[in-house]
């Protein structure tokens, strides 16, 4: 008898749950606090703002709403997004967007139509999770770059990069970065960082796929210009970033909208690998997202969220100071979601996960972030679900975790 399993491609039959997922199941148990998903705190959904968004779209363009619709996305959506580009500091227009279905489906359809098995791809060191399992389904060998409190360490870039062009390392195609306060190290890279990078891109012939969907989510200091708003000061670079944009963290995770903005011929390419897909995202969300951001409700929202951020960020900041002094050190990021951080030792961070899960408390082991070179001692935390109030008492846990683990 043939087992249909065994025609599971080997890819997906090595690849495994992510752990985050796994430990989202967790979160049944009404007391354990979640310091670990990039979840949005749900009380700071606008659902108001949403339900009358839905009602008006439904209401106003029902045919859009049902209907099928263009892949690259409905045209008052896309006018929406270049307003929100602009507001964000990055100009373009309607003409240069693709609506995807989350950031995570923007880097797939660039993975799809860019890499071939055996293709070279850059990564951070820690990166997100989500674009290094895309890259090992598609059997793309993934290079890493190292990552200090500025992000990406564009020094060590080009090394590899004049590295590979002597044939000592494989020639990578694509780079993907997160430039502002990454996942999970919570960096972002100055402007000087930026310039550089882009400047590298073109001499090597790497696609940039920048990733952006914590930017908006600054709760101190100055913003710092996005890659794709830096593409004319440096001759060439227009032609190589793809910028990929998401309302996941600022709307809300479920509406699956997000957007790849970036030059023509990679961007129509990534259409048809969509059309494919799903064929568009959905009518219904696209022209409530549309009506909702068109309203100027996200712009009105933004604050609220951002606030509640930084509230959260210094619970777990002077939480860490009171209850992990001297045995974890720890950035302190200017916005987004996480802090990311190393124990002292000798407990590792999958140790210690086991006791924190005892104790009800949950964080990512930070070895998962790493595509080589994994930190045992390094872990994320994410400040954004929980309240302060459960945030203090998570980080309390997480101590008592240490001393449990300590005694053995
Ligand atoms: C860096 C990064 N990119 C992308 C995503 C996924 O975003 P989306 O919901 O737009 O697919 C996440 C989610 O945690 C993330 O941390």
Not at 27 to 35: E, G, K, R, T
Not at 121 to 134: H, W
Not at 138 to 145: M, S, Y
Not at 152 to 172: H, N, Q, T, Y
């Amino acid at each position: 008898m043939i087992d249909p399993e065994s025609y599971v491609a080997p890819a997906y039959r090595s690849i495994g749950e992510s752990l985050v997922r796994e430990l989202a199941r967790l979160m049944v148990d009404p007391a354990m606090i979640a310091l670990a998903g990039g979840y949005p705190g749900p009380e700071l959904f606008d659902r108001e703002g949403l339900r009358e968004a839905s009602d008006q779209a439904l209401r106003e363009a029902p045919t859009a709403c049902l209907q099928y619709g263009p892949t690259d996305g409905m045209l008052p959506l896309r006018e929406a997004i270049a307003g929100w580009m602009h507001d964000c500091g990055t100009p373009c227009s309607a003409d240069d967007l693709l609506v995807t279905a989350g950031s995570q489906q923007g880097f797939d359809l660039l993975v799809r139509t860019l890499l071939r098995p055996g293709d070279a791809a850059l990564v951070e060191r820690p990166t997100y999770t989500g674009p290094l399992r895309v890259l090992k389904v598609a059997g793309v060998q993934t290079l890493t770059v190292g990552v200090d409190a500025q992000g990406l360490d564009v020094d060590e870039l080009e090394s590899i990069l004049i590295e590979a062009r002597r044939g000592k390392l494989p020639r990578p195609k694509l780079l993907y970065v997160v430039p502002t306060f990454a996942n999970p190290s919570g960096a972002t890279m100055p402007l000087a960082r930026r310039l550089k990078l882009l400047q590298l891109a073109v001499e090597h012939g790497v696609v940039v796929a920048e990733d952006d969907p914590y930017g908006q989510l600054r709760f101190e200091g100055e913003p710092v210009p996005h890659l794709a708003a830096l593409v004319d000061q440096v001759p060439g670079a227009r032609n190589w970033v793809m910028h990929l944009g998401s309302f996941s963290k600022v709307i809300a995770p479920g509406m699956r909208t997000a957007w790849i903005m970036g030059p023509a011929p990679l961007r129509r390419a990534c259409t048809l690998a969509k059309q494919l897909d799903d064929i568009s995202n959905p009518g219904f969300t696209q022209m409530t997202v549309q009506r909702y951001v068109a309203a100027g409700r996200l712009n009105a929202h933004l604050p609220v969220i951002v606030e509640a951020y930084r509230q959260r960020a210094a619970a777990m900041r002077d939480a860490i100071a009171e209850h992990l002094a001297g045995r974890f050190d720890c950035n302190v990021p200017q916005g987004g979601m996480f802090m990311w951080g190393q124990l002292r030792g000798p407990i590792d961070a999958r140790a210690l996960l086991k006791h924190a899960i005892e104790e009800k408390v949950t964080f990512v082991p930070g070895d998962i972030y790493f595509a080589d070179q994994p930190d045992p001692l390094a872990l994320r935390l994410s400040f954004a679900t929980p309240s302060p109030q459960q945030i203090r008492e998570g980080i309390a846990r997480i101590g008592r975790a240490l001393d449990r683990a300590q005694r053995g």
